[in-house]
Each structure stands twice: as C-alpha cells, then as structure tokens.
C-alpha cells in the first residue's frame, strides 16, 4: 500500500492550479493520476480539508474581496454603485451588460469547481483511508458533503441547470450533463442531510471557522425557503434559534472574531490580518476606489434605524459617497479583531417571520420580526396581509444583509420582483435572473448547452 500512497498534499495543489475545464472538459488532464488518494493521518486529512477552506475564502461564493461574486452580485443589484470606470468587469454588471464571456464569471465558476473537486478528493481519500480516526473521519466527510452541497447551491441559484459533481474520475466527469434546478437542489438538500446526521452541534475546533452541524441546519432552512417549504424552513431555522451558544449581538459586536450571533465564519489567511471585507467596502478618499454604496440601499432605512448609523457612514462628509461599514478593519492590527461572517443567526429569525408569514402564523410573524427590529432601535410593525408581510420582510433582509454574499439579489429573485431594478438600471433585462455560462466553458464542454436565454 505504501507505494501506492500519494502525499495528498501535494497532488492536492496540483490539481488547484489546473482550471474547471481540467475538470470538466474533453481530454483527459494530465495531472489524473490512478492511484486512489490516500490519508495516512488525521493530520493530512484535516489539512486538506482545511486547504478548501482556505480557497473558498479567497475566490468564489464566499470570497469577500471585489472578485467574489458576493460583490458582483451586489453591482447587478442595487447595493453598490460603481464609480471607477476602469473597473471593466464590476461596471458591466453595475450597468446590466454582462455577457458569456464575463472574466469574473469565468474565475468565479473555474474557482468553484476547484473547490468541488477538493472536497470529492477529500471524500474519496477518507474512503480509502485506514489511517484516519473514525470520529476524525465522520467529522471530515460531514464538513466536505454540506460544503459539496452549499456551492451547488450557488451555483444553481445563479446559473440556473449545472452539473452536479460528485466524484474527481475523469471518465465520470467527461459525459456529466447539466441537472435542471430543482435537481441540483434536491442533491443538494441530500448531502445537506447527510452531513447533518454526521456532524454534531459542537465545532471541531476552539472557534466557528469549520462547519458544525448548526452551519448545516441554517443552510437547509435558508434552501427550504428559497424551495418555498415553509415549514421545513421554519423547523430548521428553530434548530439554530433555540441553541444558547447563538444570540443577537449589538450591532458592533455582529462582526467581531468572537462574536455569538456567528454561526460560520472564515478565519484570516494570517495572524493580525482581518477581513477581505474590510479591505474592500471601507474606502477612505473620494472617489471610491471601486464603489460606494448606492443611494438606493441608504435611503432605505428609516430615520432611527441604528444600522443606518453603526453599518454605514458617510466619507470625508459627503452626502453621496457611503460606504458599508459593517467591518471596521480595514488593515492588520496586532491580533485578527474581526472574521468574515457567512452565516448568522439573525438570519434565522428573519427565515422564521418570513415562514410564519406564509404558514399564517401571524403571531410568530411579528415576534421574530420585531425582535429584530427592537435591536436596531425600531418600532414594532405587523402585516394584515402576506403582501404587506412579504414586503416588509423584504425591507428587512435588505437593510439586515446588504453586502453580504449576494442576498438582496437572491431575494428579488425568489420572490418574482428581480425585474423592480430595471427602475434604476435602464439597460435591466428580465434573464438577468440567471447569469451567463462561461463561454469558454461552452466551448470545451458542449454538454453544458445550451445556453442561458438572453446570452
């Protein structure tokens, strides 16, 4: 077996520096190698799990700097207004002209499928591993199942029918075919369930930069609801909700490393750094750097909304020039004060308002709802109607998640009012509700046509 081992390490990053179309395309990469990959420690296991961690961080999904789609998404929406004209790729989803050939959508979904294959290539290493702890083994295989299941996710709820990729076997891969969304999400609710019965509520580690199985809960509860399974969404969110290792925090404290509302965070990639946040959304001169947050978003909040002062501020006193304040480091200090956070459990209350409105628990609608709102300084609303109900949940989630991973977009989206922006974008088109399939990805891969509508 020994000659058989493969430092995972090793093979792991090699195949990283390859692109998504080594990964899906016709003609069989190089870096493929048959041997099975081996883990001869829980050591080398956790660090190659730790090692996709680490790449989701800097691109994709859940990348908090200006290449991440999480700030893209917040350009084709109405949270960012782009300001520097040599930002080529942000303007053009600022301004409703993304095409197929998009270099920020080509890194964003080669960075995904990167991490797709890390995590099958972790799955399959602890398959063939005796040299892994069992307990070490379960918790790995559950963190790597929710992570295969949360970039599907994404991807599906941005692309529309992709593939669903389980497996790094290049004779596999070569003939997978897109999967129509509700496929996608029904695999990947599975692997979501999956890891639940897998992992358990504690983190494997001293802080919350792994997923446990409160992460897995909150993202079924948040799929439930973007599948409109009320109370499903409702029971998850509960899950997350009623565990006293999560509370609201004060707003300055939401963002803080140590933070108790954090249900899952990303650690800096070294001591005394912060966010990648931080660095993006805080600019110091006018003009911003790259954006600043629209007017639209700011004149959202209503007068004593205490998140209109402690998450956004003006610069240098201009009455045109905000930007989001949330994080508040934007260099190193001498210890990480703030994480990035992916997930939080006010989330979850403005889940279990939105379910309890469309289940007619009109009660639950305005507990949850103002439990919020009393902790930004607001007074207690109620809705007669699910119109209202929606409408004002929509308002909420707006001024509660805006620059954060893309919500605002994902929340017209699903709720069938993407098509209000054309009112601020004059160049706004109704397929916008997908993005485009990277062209070159169509090109190496005809199994991916056809394209999305519009494109």
């Known amino acids: 077996m020994k000659k ?33 990959k081996v883990f001869n420690d829980d050591r080398m296991a956790v660090s190659a799990l730790t090692h996709v961690y680490t790449q989701m961080r800097a ?17 084709l929406a109405d949270e960012l207004e782009v300001v520097n004209p040599q930002s080529s790729n942000h303007r053009l989803f600022y301004e409703g002209a993304v095409l197929a050939g998009n270099n920020g959508i080509k890194d964003v979904w080669n960075h995904t499928y990167k991490q797709l294959y890390g995590v099958n290539s972790v799955l399959e290493g602890l398959r063939e591993s005796s040299g892994v702890s069992t307990g070490v083994n379960k918790q790995l295989r559950g963190e790597a199942l929710a992570i295969r299941g949360i970039l599907h996710f994404y991807l599906t709820q941005t692309f529309g029918s992709v593939p669903y990729v389980t497996a790094t076997d290049y004779n596999i891969n070569k003939s997978i075919e897109k999967m129509q969304v509700t496929a996608v999400m029904e695999k990947a609710v599975a692997d979501l369930k999956e890891a639940e019965q897998l992992l358990s509520p504690e983190y494997p580690s001293v802080e919350r930069v792994r997923i446990n199985q409160r992460v897995v809960q909150a993202f079924l509860s948040r799929m439930y609801l973007y599948l409109q399974q009320w109370k499903l969404a409702a029971q998850y969110a509960e899950k997350v909700i009623d565990d006293p290792a999560y509370e609201m925090e004060p707003l300055e404290k939401v963002f803080l490393k140590d933070s108790k509302s954090a249900v899952w965070q990303f650690k800096p990639d070294n001591p005394g750094r912060n966010t990648l946040e931080g660095t993006e959304y805080i600019f110091t001169v006018i003009p911003a750097p790259q954006s600043r947050l629209s007017m639209e978003l700011v004149n959202s909040f209503e007068p004593d909304d205490l998140r209109g002062v402690a998450w956004m501020n003006k610069v ?24 990035s956070v992916l997930l939080r459990v006010e989330e979850m209350y403005l889940i279990m308002a939105e379910a309890s409105a469309h289940l007619g628990n009109n009660s639950d609608f305005e507990w949850y709802l103002n439990k919020l709102r009393e902790r930004c300084g607001l007074p207690l609303v109620g809705a007669t109607d699910i119109i209202t109900a929606i409408y004002v949940i929509l308002q909420e989630r707006r001024k509660e998640l805006f620059c954060e991973f893309g919500h605002r977009y994902f929340d017209l989206k699903r709720t069938g009012k993407l098509d209000m922006l054309a009112a601020s974008k004059p160049g706004w088109k109704s397929y916008f509700n997908l993005l485009p399939l990277p062209e070159n990805e169509l090109l190496l891969n005809p199994r991916l046509l056809p394209q999305n509508p519009g494109y």
């Open 59 to 75: 691109n994709g999904f859940f990348s908090g700097n200006r290449f991440g789609m999480g700030y893209y998404l917040g350009c």
């Open 316 to 339: 240098n006193g201009s009455t045109e020039n905000y930007r989001a304040y949330k994080y508040r480091q934007r260099t190193a200090t001498s210890a990480s004060q703030e994480y």
């Open 4 to 36: 058989r081992t493969i430092i995972f390490g090793f093979l792991f990053s090699a195949l990283l520096l390859t692109g998504c179309e080594d990964y899906l395309e016709v003609g069989e990469p190089k870096e493929q190698i048959g041997s099975p």
